[in-house]
C-alpha cells in the first residue's frame, strides 16, 4: 500500500470516500491522507480538520481493522505533531460506539470527557508512540 493525500485543485476522492463512511462535513482547513491499495481502492484515511493554535480534530475510516497501518498512523501523527507543531489531537466517538472508543484508546487516545452523546479523546504529543524519540525533544 502506498500513501497518498488529495491535491488542492484535483477532485478531493479521499475525503469523498472518508465522508460515505463517516458522513464528515467538507471544511476548508480538513486535510486528508489515505493508505492506497495496488488496484487504486482506498483502504483507510484519517482527515485533520478543525485547527487551533494548538490543536486539532481527527477522523479515521477503514474497511477492514487491518487496513489502518502502522504507516497510515505514524504519517498522520507526524503531520500534525511535526509538521504544524499542534500539541493534542482531540477526536470525539459517539458513546454507543464501543469498539471504536476501545480501539481509539489502544493507539493512545485517552478519554478526556463526555459529551451527550459522545466520548471526547485526546492523544499529547508527548504520549503519541507513532513520533520518534528525536523528534519530542
Not at 497510515?72 to 493534542?88: D, N, P, T, W
Not at 458513546?95 to 493512545?108: L, P, T
Not at 485517552?110 to 452523546?117: A, C, L, N, P, S
Amino acid at each position: 500500500m502506498k500513501l497518498a493525500t488529495d491535491q488542492p485543485g484535483e477532485p478531493p476522492v479521499i475525503w469523498q470516500w472518508m465522508t460515505r463512511q463517516t458522513q464528515i462535513p467538507w471544511s476548508t482547513d480538513l486535510r486528508t491522507i489515505a493508505s492506497i491499495r495496488d488496484d487504486g481502492t482506498i483502504a483507510a484515511a484519517v482527515a485533520l480538520g478543525s485547527w487551533t493554535p494548538h490543536a486539532c480534530f481527527i477522523h479515521v475510516a477503514f474497511d477492514t481493522p487491518h487496513s489502518l497501518t502502522r504507516s497510515l498512523l505514524k504519517a498522520s501523527m507526524s503531520y500534525a505533531f511535526e509538521s504544524i507543531g499542534v500539541k493534542a489531537i482531540y477526536g470525539l466517538t459517539p458513546k454507543d460506539f464501543d469498539r471504536a472508543i476501545k480501539f481509539n484508546k489502544r493507539v493512545g487516545f485517552k478519554q478526556i470527557g463526555e459529551t451527550v452523546d459522545c466520548v471526547l479523546l485526546e492523544m499529547r504529543r508527548e504520549d503519541c508512540r507513532y513520533l520518534t524519540k528525536e523528534t519530542l525533544q
